[in-house]
């Protein structure tokens, strides 16, 4: 078969490779899309850690059932399907609360960080457990399919905070997950969102997703802006969807007191946490890692169209053009998602 394989940093081969083999437990997946994720890139230049090469990567996708292991009674083949990109075991402690997301044993997909290799979607083909399993809705084509991973990482980071009805939430970061979470959050009750970032371009997007107003973080007027939007106190909660040291403060000074912070950036191992604001203004930190579980609501919220995903599509391309455009994400600003397909196909 052939797959997109990163031989070295920044060094993609286009190539012929083994078809992978199933466990009783796996299936065989003809994959039909397949998304570049924002950690695919990070990957790829080496700087994440978590892309050791040689790897084929790619984790949000879809496809169709090629096959089934002996094991697997619950799909066919021909079935057309999405997936987890965590793979859990089932059997740990935390697996056993429904914390699938804090595996003991997680492995995810497209990832090589020294303790596992774990191939992933950029390829014709995929063996994966039957168990990560999820249908599709007749009406999603696999190109939207594909983006329920993305949309589940917003889903379970709003999940993770405790909005109240009306509350006012601010959104520091206006990328791909930023906006998706602008957009899980006006299903959520929340009364009214500020979105942040240092783009304009994607903060006119915020304002298209349903954010009430946004600011360019380069305004040194900023927290005062946010104050007089929220009465002088600050936001009931906030989102950090970068991972960086300065937008971290923004994400905490933009509150009130009592206030909730969800982390989802993750950009930079570590960053400068204002300790003192925190712990005399009651701050809750929440920490919010891919998704728990919440595959089936983000599918059904693709389905009924109440997540756009739409304009945050760059481009669909297929799979033999994915070195070059790689290289474009890497390099050019204003592009969100791409998407692989066989043939370049947007069904």
């Known amino acids: 078969m052939k797959a997109l394989v990163l031989e070295d940093v920044k060094q993609f081969e286009y190539k012929d490779v083994p078809e992978p083999e199933i466990a009783p437990d796996e299936v065989l997946l003809q994959v039909k899309a397949t998304g570049i994720c924002g950690s695919d890139i990070h990957g790829m230049d080496g700087s994440s850690g978590r892309r050791i090469p040689p790897i084929i990567m790619g984790h949000e996708s879809s496809g169709v059932i090629a096959k089934i292991g002996d094991a697997v009674t619950e799909w ?11 793979i859990y075991c089932g059997e740990c402690h935390f697996c056993k609360r ?11 997909v497209g990832v090589s960080c020294g303790d596992y290799r774990q191939h992933g979607a950029f390829a014709e083909y995929l063996a994966i457990p039957a168990r990560i399993l999820y249908r599709i809705p007749d009406n999603l084509s696999f190109v939207q399919a594909a983006f329920v991973e993305p949309v589940s990482i917003a889903v379970h980071a709003v999940e993770r905070t405790p909005i109240a009805l009306n509350d006012t939430a601010v959104v ?4 791909l997950i930023g906006l998706l979470v602008i957009q899980v959050l006006k299903q959520s009750g929340c009364g009214r969102i500020i979105g942040i970032d240092i ?17 360019n973080s380069t305004d040194e007027a900023i927290i005062d802006k946010v104050l007089a939007e929220t009465n002088g106190r600050g936001a009931d909660i906030s989102f950090e969807v970068v991972g960086i040291t300065p ?6 000074y933009s509150l009130r007191k009592g206030g909730s912070l969800t982390l989802v950036g993750n ?11 925190v712990v005399t203004r009651e701050i809750t930190l ?5 998704s728990q579980g919440e595959y089936p609501v983000s599918l059904d919220l693709l389905s009924q169209g109440k997540i756009n995903i739409e304009p945050l599509i760059t ?11 790689f290289d474009r994400l890497y390099n050019e600003k204003g592009l969100l998602k791409v998407l692989l397909t066989p043939d370049g196909s947007k069904a």
């Open 98 to 108: 429904g914390e699938i997301n804090l595996c003991d044993n997680r492995r995810v």
């Open 199 to 215: 783009d304009d371009d994607r903060l006119a997007m915020a304002r298209e997703f349903g954010a009430d107003v946004t600011f």
């Open 315 to 325: 481009d669909v391309a297929p799979l033999a053009d994915g070195a070059m455009w």
């Open 286 to 290: 929440y920490g919010s890692c891919n």
């Open 267 to 277: 950009i930079a191992p570590f960053a400068e946490l204002p300790m003192q604001n």
């Open 76 to 86: 066919q083949v021909g079935d057309r399907v999405t997936f987890d990109s965590t």
């Open 247 to 252: 937008t971290l403060q923004l994400a905490i």
């Open 172 to 175: 520091v970061g206006t990328g």
